[in-house]
């Protein structure tokens, strides 16, 4: 089937296997006619609203059938999803309701201490634009004609099942995605069918994946990652097992009950899921693959994951969706745990000057720049910003520093905004983080910049010591010493019990960096 259009090839699905399990989460087990009875059900619904092709829906919910449901029944009208971040606050909702001129929301009644109900009906008299609120919960609730429990939604819908919408997978919108701000405010990567839909596919291809396999959905949904993991599932004929927010010890008990053979995360989760005291007594043996992604991983830790999960390390951003390179299970073993792998189908790379854009040669560092058909259609509302990501010929600047060896296997080097410049010397952060991590008493680190008026800027190594370790600041500089040049070790190293980290698991390097500079600086 060469449709790139997700609900068509969801039906694809469900015509293949009806009563196949498709979302599993607690007592819920919804097969595939079932899960495609309750989209269709939900786009009739949402069609009796006056909601159609290209208008903008924000579902703010964690990993629960519910979103799943949401995702396929925009899919169905061809309007574009707008995942939100559970934990956003007030301020921040209201931008992204904003920017992307939301006309519903779907959001649960409360999650933790939040009422989101109170919330949304708060914003709903503030934004012209959002018209709707969508409930999901048990709760008796009072309802105007613009506020809808999800379940009635559906249960109204099932009296007519809409058509799938007529669209251009290439150019129309699946989904508007929110970078995770690490490096500024978070920008809507505007994201197609195709998009979305062929790194899907790539991935599918990647692990093997198929109708027997279960998928333990730990990712948030939110993100681009979690997005992949739950379309692959559904386009796979897998079962996805759902997991409303990642705890390691939750996490073991679903993968030992459902017998999870796909597991995917970003390396703080594969990291804390061994942590977990009882990971010794654990039954992972039907495990066989997943993908660790979203931050760098060092071998080391791609190793230890190995032993019990034959995981591929893949590469991409947001504005990628998301994948651009993933290993395969035929790779040399040194390019499957060193690199990230070769590039997904039809998709070009190549790295160019920092500041002149020029091409770079085999195995140089530069800027790693992407075109093909997994690259985002913009950002929304944003056409200066979009201009400035894109090279004339087309393509994306990724901002991550890289090199691509003569067999096309990619090595990310760092980020250029975390690069340091220290005496004139280029110090990428990341090569020195895999060095601090090889320390027995590291649990994590970090590298920031600070700046200084004689060599520009210094380099702060920020370290979570492994629980119970003992270790000074002058032995890890020591120890640096003896792996890298002189000007790429560590002038300071400050300690600490956690790192600040966004949604999607990813260190928040600006903070820690101010952090850090506030704190040097006033010493």
């Known amino acids: 089937m060469s449709s790139y259009h997700l609900a068509e090839r969801f039906d694809q699905q469900v015509r293949l296997h009806p009563d196949h399990e498709c979302l599993v989460m607690g007592n819920r087990r919804l097969t595939y006619a079932q899960v495609s009875a309750e989209s269709s059900a939900l786009a009739s619904g949402l069609a009796a609203l006056g909601i159609e092709q290209g208008d903008r829906l924000a579902v703010d919910l964690p990993n629960w059938p519910e979103w799943v449901i949401a995702l396929l029944a925009s899919a169905r009208l061809g309007a574009v999803f707008v995942p939100l971040h559970p934990s956003l606050g007030y301020h921040e909702v209201r931008y992204q309701l904003r920017n992307t001129e939301a006309v519903l929301a779907l959001a649960s009644e409360s999650l933790g ?124 004929g897998a079962t996805l097992v759902l997991d409303g927010e990642f705890e390691p010890g939750r996490a073991l008990d679903l993968v030992e009950r459902e017998r999870i053979t796909l597991f995917s995360g970003v390396p703080t989760m594969f990291q804390l899921l061994m942590a977990d005291a009882s990971i010794g007594s654990r039954d992972l043996s039907s495990v066989r693959s997943g993908i660790v992604a979203g931050s760098p991983v060092s071998v080391d830790l791609v190793r230890r994951i190995r032993r019990w999960n034959d995981v591929q390390i893949a590469y991409g951003l947001t504005e990628t969706g998301p994948t651009v390179s993933i290993t395969r299970f035929d790779d040399p073993p040194e390019r499957r745990e060193g690199t990230v792998g070769r590039p997904i189908g039809e998709v070009e790379v190549r790295v160019v000057d920092i500041t002149s854009e020029a091409l770079h040669g085999s195995e140089a560092v530069g800027e790693l720049a992407v075109r093909g058909p997994n690259v985002m259609a913009g950002y929304h ?49 990341r090569e020195l983080e895999d060095v601090l991590r090889m320390h027995p008493a590291v649990e994590s680190a970090c590298v920031v910049g600070v700046p200084n008026e004689v060599l520009g800027e210094m380099i702060c190594a920020c370290v979570v010591p492994v629980e119970g370790a003992i270790v000074s600041g002058d032995e890890l500089k020591d120890y640096c010493r003896e792996q890298v040049a002189d000007y790429k070790a560590p002038d300071w190293v400050r300690f600490f019990d956690a790192f600040p980290m966004t949604g999607s698991g990813k260190v928040k390097r600006q903070e820690l960096a101010q952090v850090v500079g506030l704190e040097l600086t006033t010493t």
């Open 381 to 429: 509302r944003m056409p200066s910003a979009t201009k400035k990501s894109f090279t004339a010929d087309g393509f994306l600047l990724t901002g991550d520093l890289a090199l691509i060896d003569d067999q096309g296997y990619v090595s990310i080097v760092g980020r250029r905004k975390e690069m340091i410049i220290r005496g004139g010397y280029n110090v990428f952060p």
């Open 113 to 236: 201490d939040v009422d989101y109900l109170e919330l949304f009906e708060d914003l709903i008299g503030e934004l012209p634009d959002l018209e709707y609120l969508v409930s999901v919960g048990r709760e008796d609730f009072w309802y105007d004609d613009r506020v809808f429990r999800f379940s009635d939604l559906v249960t109204r819908g099932r009296r007519a099942s809409p058509p799938i919408a007529d669209l251009d997978p290439a150019a129309a919108p699946l989904a508007i995605i929110y970078t995770s701000g690490t490096m500024g405010k978070p920008k809507g990567s505007v994201l197609t069918h195709r998009n979305l839909v062929h790194t899907s596919l790539a991935a599918i291809e990647a692990l093997q994946q198929n109708d027997t396999d279960r998928v333990l959905a730990a990712v948030p949904f939110f993100t681009v990652f979690g997005m992949q993991v739950a379309i692959a599932t559904v386009l796979s």
